[in-house]
């Protein structure tokens, strides 16, 4: 059942509070509405956050080309797991789970970065490297959960073994598309 584009199936406030939830690892993607307008403002706010993220170092524009290739990346693999396994009615409730939490993430990584900054400067790179592997680690066990519930895996290891693969194919097609852009940053 499909509810209008314009009106969230429930109150922002209470998807947001899923979306925490499934950040959080407290709750499963299949709890979230099947809302298209909650895909989409999930879709739009790991646009933006991804775009910030990047744009320091790779300037607005090809951020957000980036941004908009990981999206692609991890949705499509997502829709090809999903649709290899007869379960693709799944497919967006877990976009807006992997997106809004993403987002969420990501927006934490935020202020942490100027941390991170701060950190290098003061010549505590230890510390700084620290955390940037922590969000990370964050991140793949918040796909691994994710994962687990949307292919109906039997348990955390094999959603962390998905997690895993679509991270690395995703690392090689965004080096492979954005090879130049990358090189400048070395």
């Known amino acids: 059942m ?3 584009t314009s009106a969230p199936a429930r109150p922002l406030r209470d998807s947001l509070v899923l979306l925490a939830q499934v950040a959080l690892m407290l709750r499963p993607p299949q709890d ?3 809302s298209r307008w909650l895909m989409r403002l999930a879709t739009l706010a790991y646009l933006l956050v991804g775009t910030w993220l990047l744009s320091d170092r790779l300037g607005p ?4 080309l980036m941004a908009s290739a990981d999206a692609l990346l991890l949705a499509g693999f997502t829709a ?4 290899l396994q007869g379960r693709l009615a799944r497919l967006r409730q877990t976009w807006t789970a992997l997106a809004g939490a993403g987002a969420l993430i990501s927006a934490v990584m935020l ?3 100027a941390l991170i900054g701060s950190l290098l ?3 505590d790179g230890g510390l700084s490297t620290f955390l ?3 969000l990370f680690a964050w991140l793949l066990a918040v796909n691994a959960h994710i994962f687990r519930h949307a292919f109906e895996l039997s348990n955390i290891f094999f959603g962390l073994a998905a997690a895993v693969v679509q991270y690395l194919f995703s690392e090689v097609m965004l080096a492979l598309l954005f090879a130049s852009q990358l090189e400048t940053l070395t």
């Open 61 to 64: 524009a090809t951020a957000f």
């Open 32 to 34: 979230l509405p099947p």
């Open 2 to 4: 499909d509810e209008p």
């Open 80 to 83: 090809f797991i999903l649709a």
């Open 111 to 113: 202020p942490l970065l």
């Open 132 to 134: 940037v592997y922590l």
């Open 121 to 123: 400067h003061a010549g």
